[in-house]
């Protein structure tokens, strides 16, 4: 069975510092952003794996990455990670 993860990120320098993201392979997804492959974590590296929720179907795993994104998303992350 192939997973889909909703991850989040903090910054090692800076903890205030987040990312959310969606991969298939968060080893692999890990080390693209501490390497400074993705453009928007490249400044803030090195990065580490605060969260991640692993889903069966991509379009649900979308969908939550895309809550986490928003205001309330946002917010929830705050009071639950």
Avoid: C
């Amino acid at each position: 069975m192939n997973f889909h993860y909703v991850y989040r990120l903090v910054s090692l320098n800076n903890t205030e510092r987040h990312y959310v993201g969606l991969t298939d392979d968060l080893k692999l997804r890990l080390e693209r952003h501490n390497n400074g492959e993705v453009s928007h974590t490249a400044k803030r590296r090195p990065w580490r794996i605060d969260s991640a929720q692993a889903f069966t179907e991509r379009d649900k795993a979308a969908k939550f990455e895309a809550y986490l994104k928003s205001h309330s998303g946002r917010e929830f992350a705050k009071r639950h990670f």
